[in-house]
């Protein structure tokens, strides 16, 4: 059974950073790319990157772009999400998410991916 669990989340000052951790089991893991979404409180569930699974194409939202950077160690069955200049409008809700095919082109919905964390909460505040 596909299980995705995050980690890393926390509290962060303005200007801080955080490398959240996505680690999977259950599933051939090299087949999926690999997103990243987040979800704040009163609004929709809001796509911020992907990563192919091979790992050599990487996409992002424009509203991260710069700050934030996705890996993936396929030794390891992780992704990670290193967010850096953190701003309190990043404050959210934190979700990996597995899609069953290898490319991110155009995968920027929920319904693109089809097994989910439970989410790692990020809340930046001074």
């Known amino acids: 059974q596909l299980q995705l669990v995050e980690s890393g989340g926390g509290l962060v000052q303005p200007g801080g950073s955080l490398r959240l951790s996505c680690a999977a089991s259950g599933f051939t893991w090299d087949y999926y790319r690999i997103g990243w979404f987040r979800q704040a409180p009163g609004k929709e569930r809001e796509w911020l990157s992907c990563?192919?699974?091979?790992?050599?194409?990487?996409t992002y939202a424009d509203s991260v772009k710069g700050r934030f950077t996705i890996s993936r160690d396929n030794a390891n069955n992780t992704v990670y999400l290193q967010m850096n200049s953190l701003k309190p409008e990043d404050t959210a809700i934190y979700y990996c998410?597995?899609?069953?095919?290898?490319?991110?082109?155009?995968?920027?919905?929920?319904?693109?991916?089809?097994?989910w964390g439970q989410g790692t909460q990020v809340t930046v505040s001074s």
């Open positions: 998410a597995a899609g069953d095919t290898s490319s991110c082109r155009f995968r920027v919905k929920p319904t693109d991916y089809g097994s």
């Open positions: 990563i192919s699974s091979s790992g050599s194409t990487t």
